[in-house]
């Protein structure tokens, strides 16, 4: 798809849905029974985001705030294409790295290594540039001594670090991510900005999911408020974060 014309993500009065189980089976047999008896209730939907109105351009980072609970990671599913709008419109111009499920895209059973390879061909790379790619990806995850161990090994923090290595390894057009960087450590973090500021130049437009209020401040050109999948604004990050310090402080 292609965005309206100078932004790479367009969206225009989203709204989307889940789907919910009244009485979620247990068991296979559970399912077979209450199928044949004809017990089985149908599921409902339910909304988790509602008129949702915001765009990005190419460059530019938008930071999505808001508590728990507010839709901020149901939003990056649906830019990402994991979750379809139920009404309105999203446009995304380019290739989309999504760093949303911390681990999503790898196996692991799989080395570190052998994840390069799979996770970078679910980004859309191409076998040439996962090659070209790999030595840097390894080296910016800090993971060369363990690149041979099964990623069910690794910490959280490591997961992290390949994940976004890997995604960031080439230039998309649209950086999705959820909370990964507030997993790492500190000189992971500057990193990851030494990179996104980079992305950026190059016309990479990052939408980033985060608590952290003074990262928003120092980092985003824009930011959305989220509360109950209701967009409660969407202006200047520092506008934003000073209604929302109110708003949690109130």
């Known amino acids: 798809m292609t965005a309206d014309r100078g932004n790479r993500i367009s969206v ?41 109105d915001f765009c990005v351009r190419a460059g530019e980072l938008a930071a999505v705030v ?25 446009r995304v111009a380019g290739r989309i790295a999504p760093l949303i499920d911390l681990g999503a895209g790898f196996d692991p059973e799989l080395t570190g290594d052998e994840n390069v390879s799979l996770y970078g061909s679910i980004l859309g790379m191409t076998r040439g540039e996962v090659e070209r790619r790999r030595e840097e990806a390894i080296e910016f995850s800090g993971l060369a001594d363990a690149r041979d161990v099964p990623v069910k090994s690794y910490s959280t923090g490591m997961v992290a670090r390949l994940g976004f290595a890997v995604a960031t390894a080439v230039t998309p057009e649209v950086l999705l991510i959820d909370e990964v960087i507030a997993v790492g450590d500190e000189e992971f973090r500057a990193r990851c900005f030494e990179r996104i500021s980079a992305l950026r130049a190059a016309g990479t437009a990052v939408v980033l999911v985060t608590h952290d209020l003074p990262l928003v401040d120092r ?21 934003v974060t000073a209604a929302y310090r109110m708003e949690v402080a109130a």
Request: glycine letters at 10%.
């Open 219 to 239: 980092w985003a050109d824009s930011a959305l408020h989220l509360r109950d999948g209701c967009q409660v604004a969407f202006d200047e990050a520092r506008v």
């Open 66 to 90: 808001g508590p728990n609970g507010a839709g901020k990671t149901s939003l990056l599913r649906v830019l990402a294409g994991i979750i379809p709008p139920h009404s309105g419109r999203v």
């Open 12 to 52: 225009r009065r989203l709204s989307a849905q889940l789907r919910r189980e009244r009485r979620p089976s247990r068991s296979l047999r559970e399912w077979v029974v209450q199928s044949i008896g004809g017990r089985r209730e149908r599921a409902v939907l339910f909304d988790v985001l509602a008129d949702i």
